[in-house]
């Protein structure tokens, strides 16, 4: 079976702060997609990054950045410079493909990010 | 595109009232998915489509539960009777073929069931 484990509940810290999200996965699946997701105080849900399994490259966007090890089935999530606007719960999600069609995405628990003036 | 559209964003209703949670995806994309969101269970899926055919509704909690795709621009989750544990924020999302697991969400249905 898939799943998502964010050990983080709640992390807290003072805006310029450097802050690292965990996110660890289990799954059997060969190819696999890993995503991060942010849902501010307002609710909705945004894509922030996209990995498949085969490209264990690390991303750099701006203050963020993304770690994917398959060794230590990790992928954790880097916000550097923290600030108040980075505030919100922050999702890591698994989506496994199978038959050459995509299921759904299976999240982990979530860790709600705090970032203070 | 107006994004993933979602009717209606909030519902309060009392036990035993049938309601209806509807979903626009954005047009073009092959998936749609229903999701709901809890404090105890964190986001879980209820049920998916690809191409208005039902693919997984194993998360779809009991026969209460029931949804839709008859077209490729509409869905309906009904849930009949509703009952105060099925309160939370009922999340669509879309996404096209070719960009597996990218998932669109809508901005959700908050429920409360009274």
């Known amino acids: 079976a898939q799943k998502v484990t964010q050990a983080q509940t709640e992390i807290s810290v003072v805006e310029k702060e450097d802050v690292t999200l965990d996110c660890v996965y289990e799954t059997r699946d060969t190819t696999y997609y890993l995503f991060w997701y942010k849902q501010p105080p307002s609710g909705e849900l945004v894509f922030l990054i996209r990995r498949n399994s085969f490209d264990e490259q690390n991303e750099i966007s701006g203050r963020y950045s993304w770690n994917f090890q398959k060794s230590t089935s990790s992928f954790n999530f880097t916000i550097t410079a923290s600030q108040v606007v980075d505030s919100a719960v922050y999702f890591c999600a698994l989506v496994r493909i199978y038959g050459g069609s995509q299921g759904n995405l299976i999240f982990g628990k979530g860790t709600k990010l705090s970032v203070k003036p | 595109d107006a994004g993933v559209i979602q009717s209606p964003r909030h519902e309060v209703t009392e036990m035993g009232q049938e309601v209806t949670l509807r979903c626009k995806p954005i047009?073009?994309?092959?998936?749609l998915f229903w999701y709901r969101q809890t404090m105890m269970r964190g986001l879980e899926l209820l049920i998916y489509?690809?191409?208005?055919?039902?693919?997984?509704d194993s998360g779809m909690p009991e026969d209460r539960f029931s949804a839709k795709m008859p077209n490729a621009s509409f869905s309906t989750l009904k849930i009949q009777p509703s009952e105060p544990r099925d309160s939370a924020v009922y999340f669509c999302a879309s996404t096209p073929e070719g960009l597996i697991g990218t998932q669109y969400f809508g901005p959700g249905t908050r429920l409360l069931v009274l």
């Open positions: 047009s073009g994309h092959d998936y």
């Open positions: 489509f690809n191409n208005n055919v039902p693919i997984d």
